[in-house]
Structures are given as C-alpha cells and as structure tokens.
C-alpha cells in the first residue's frame, strides 16, 4: 500500500511540475474554468455549461499543439556563485546567444532544477517537523512530508527573466535571482526557453542542459562581543597536527649534536655533508584552543529551532578570529565528525559548508559527542555548547568540562514554553524568532 502511494505521490508531482513549466496565467484560468463548466455539465440535459467546457478544452488542445513547435538555438552561459545565504537572494549574470538563423522574439528564461523527488526509503523513514500533530490520514498519506522535503531541496520559485531580442549570431546578458529556502546543496539541471503559443495559453519550451550547484550555507545570526578566554595550551603534535591523533613538534633548526640527544633526530643528509652529526630541534607549540560542540540529537528532528541551532553554529564560525586560535567544531552526523579551523587548518568557509549539510541524529548519539571532547579537554581554553535538547546527561557534560578549569558558554535553542524548570542560571535559553535578541545575554552566562 505504501509503495502504491508513493507511485501516486510521484505522478501527481510529475503533472504538477509539467503544468507550471507550460501553463501561463492564462492558461490556468482556461484549465480551472473547463474543469468547472465540465463538473456542472456532467448532466447535459439540465444544462450547456458543458459546452463552454469543450470550447475551452479544445482552446487548450489547440495552444498545447501549437506551442510544441517551437523550437530555439541557443547557447547560455551562467556565473553562479560558490556560495549563497539561506534565507537570502542572490543574483547571477546569464549570456544567451541565439545560434538559430531566426530572430528570437518574446522569450523568457528561467532556471530547471534536478529531480527534486525524494526516494522511497527518504520519504518512507523522514518526519516533517510537527507531524505528529497533524491527522491520521495526513500522516499515513504523507503528502504533507513529500511537499516538505521537495522544498528543502529545491529555492523559492524562480521568476521568469525576460530575454530581449536576438537577432541571428547575436548575445546579450541579462541577470536571474534565486533565493534559497534553507541551507544545503542547490542542483541546477539547466536552463528553459519559454515562449507562450498564440492564444496565450501554453509556454513552448526549449530546455538547455547546463548542470552546475551553489551551497546554500546557513543563516548567521550578529553575535556580541566575546572576550573568549586567552589562557594558551600545550598542544601535542603541534600546529601542523593540531586535528590529527599523534604527537610531535614543530621544526624549528639543525644544530650539532649534544649527548642525549635521540638518533631519530639525526638529519642524516647534513651529516653525510659535514661529517659531523647534525640533529633537528623542535619546540613545542602553545596557543589557545576552542570547541563548538553542536548537538544534533534532537527528539523533533530538523524542525526550526534545529534549523536556528545549526545557524547559531554558524554564526560563531564565521565571527571568532581564528588567526592566532584554533576552532574545533565537533558534531554527531552517522559519528563523530571533527573539524578544525584556523592557523593552517580549514578557513571559516569550508566549516559554514559542512555546516551547510549538517542533519538530526539519533538523541542517542550525544553520548559518543560528549566522550569526543572530553578527551582532548586538556587542550582546550574554552568550549561552546549549542543544543536542541536538555537532560542530565548534558548538564553533566557542561560541569566536568568546567571542573577541568574551561570556560563553557552554553546555548540552548528550544520554542517557547519548551525551556525546562530546572535549567540552571549559566544556560543561555533563545528561541526561534528571538534568536539575535537572546544572545545578547551570552556573556553573562558562563560556567567556570
């Protein structure tokens, strides 16, 4: 039964789709009246409407024949960006050339996404936020999550650009603009052509395949100033190691040989050049270390206060200076995922693009988050805790990182009505829609 809905689910998404594409203003106002005339005229006896409702089916007919032969020779050229914002439109140029030996008159151009249809398996395990609430039928249907997760692949409806007229080898620019619904990865399958038929019904369409993608990255919030702890560490393994397991030191010179010194230091290349054993000094590396440690296992999966949590990540990433510090950025994604970023490591960019493509794991899965950073808590000065949920074991977490002398800031991003009665005074509540308003607090709010 399932698999028979999820056929349907598909099919009438196809139709949908291949309506939008070909149907103009118009021509929907055509459709919808056929359909009334006809649904009235069902008894010819009592009435004509039914005739007003062929006259118009057969307008249709007519304009969706007429529209099939139009044909365009076209070469397009687009400039995407790497990046977008979630939430935020972006434009782009677009060159057309008409390749074609006609003159290209009243067209327009808009962007034709990949198959944004979700696959069984997706649309059978996925819960749109909030569907418990809705009724039976509506989540044993699933029409409601099909809907939901097409549009988290796919920007707002893109409006059509109108292209000016290209006479014979002639090229002109002109600029589209997209605006992303939530942050992920944007699939472009090419570009329509659209010109409508005579009668203004139906859109002829030339479609140019043209595949590209934007990372759509995730909104950031302004954060306050932070006075984020200075106290710098001992770091094993040094900058060129600081993500990776291991020990070992950063090079600093060639020297001669002292008792004591261990052979594997010998550099053997400049003993065979003096004839006398040289050996390579390291120093060990001191510089300040932080952890944003970002919670993933909510119980109402990527609802918005998940879409805000990861959001709040990002804003931090993109706002602390990690020239002279290192950022750790730890969340559970399948396991454990580790990211590390300034001095010599990832640049804030490619950390807000692993953000971009973060997901909900199990509520299970914090245990193994927690034991990650404890582990490496004897490198770190402070660390950033942003959660979608709150129970023992995350205060738990919070106080054995201040035990071990860390500064913790940590945030909780729930809807109101949501925060629980025992939440203690050093966690900083901020709810959806009031995100911006309630960091203004997070330096007060700090656990030691």
């Known amino acids: 039964m399932r698999r028979i809905v999820y056929a349907a689910l598909r099919a009438f998404s196809a139709l949908d789709h291949r309506l939008r594409q070909r149907l103009t203003p118009a021509g929907w106002l055509a459709l919808g009246a056929a359909l009334a005339a006809g649904a009235a005229g069902l008894d010819t006896t009592q009435n004509a409407s039914y005739q007003a409702g062929a006259l118009l089916a057969a307008l249709l007919a007519l304009a969706w024949g007429s529209s099939l032969a139009f044909r365009a020779r076209v070469e397009v050229e687009r400039e995407l960006p790497r990046y977008a914002t979630a939430g935020e439109p972006f434009s782009y140029a677009v060159a057309v050339a008409n390749r074609g030996t006609r003159p290209l008159e009243g067209a327009t151009l808009v962007e034709a996404f990949r198959d944004p249809r979700p696959k069984y398996e997706d649309w059978k395990r996925t819960r749109e936020p909030g569907e418990e609430r809705r009724n039976w039928f509506d989540r044993n249907v699933g029409y409601f999550r099909w809907r939901w997760l097409i549009e988290r692949r796919t920007p707002e409806t893109p409006q059509e650009a109108a292209v000016p007229a290209l006479a014979p080898g002639a090229r002109r620019s002109l600029r589209l603009t997209l605006s992303p619904r939530r942050r992920g990865r944007i699939e472009f399958a090419g570009l329509a052509l659209a010109r409508a038929d005579p009668l203004g019904l139906v859109k002829g369409l030339a479609l140019v395949p043209l595949p590209a993608h934007?990372?759509?990255?995730?909104?950031?919030?302004?954060?306050?100033?932070?006075?984020?702890?200075?106290?710098?560490?001992?770091?094993?393994?040094?900058?060129?190691?600081?993500?990776?397991?291991?020990?070992?030191?950063?090079?600093?010179?060639?020297?001669?040989?002292?008792?004591?010194?261990?052979?594997?230091?010998?550099?053997?290349?400049?003993?065979?050049?003096?004839?006398?054993?040289?050996?390579?000094?390291?120093?060990?590396?001191?510089?300040?270390?932080?952890?944003?440690?970002?919670?993933?296992?909510?119980?109402?999966?990527?609802?918005?206060?998940?879409?805000?949590?990861?959001?709040?990540?990002?804003?931090?990433?993109?706002?602390?200076?990690?020239?002279?510090?290192?950022?750790?950025?730890?969340?559970?994604?399948?396991?454990?995922?580790h990211y590390t970023a300034g001095r010599g490591q990832l640049h804030a960019e490619h950390m807000l693009e692993v953000l971009a493509g973060v997901g909900a794991s199990a509520p299970a899965g914090f245990a193994a988050l927690a034991r990650a950073v404890l582990e490496q808590r004897a490198q770190l000065a402070s660390c950033i805790l942003v959660l979608v949920a709150w129970d023992e074991a995350r205060r738990r977490f919070a106080e054995q990182l201040a035990a071990s002398g860390i500064e913790v800031r940590a945030i909780l991003v729930c809807e109101r009505g949501q925060l629980p009665p025992d939440a203690p005074a050093w966690l900083l509540p901020v709810h959806p829609g009031g995100i911006e308003a309630g960091l203004a607090g997070l330096e007060q709010r700090v656990l030691r």
């Open 214 to 337: 934007v990372i759509a990255l995730p909104r950031r919030y302004r954060l306050p100033r932070l006075a984020l702890p200075g106290r710098r560490r001992h770091q094993p393994g040094g900058v060129s190691l600081s993500s990776s397991v291991g020990d070992s030191e950063e090079f600093l010179a060639l020297r001669e040989y002292r008792p004591g010194d261990p052979l594997q230091r010998i550099h053997w290349k400049s003993f065979a050049r003096t004839g006398r054993p040289i050996v390579k000094e390291f120093q060990d590396e001191f510089f300040e270390r932080h952890a944003l440690v970002l919670d993933t296992g909510g119980a109402q999966g990527e609802d918005e206060a998940f879409e805000d949590a990861v959001a709040v990540a990002a804003s931090f990433v993109y706002t602390i200076d990690t020239q002279e510090c290192l950022l750790d950025l730890l969340f559970v994604g399948g396991e454990v995922r």
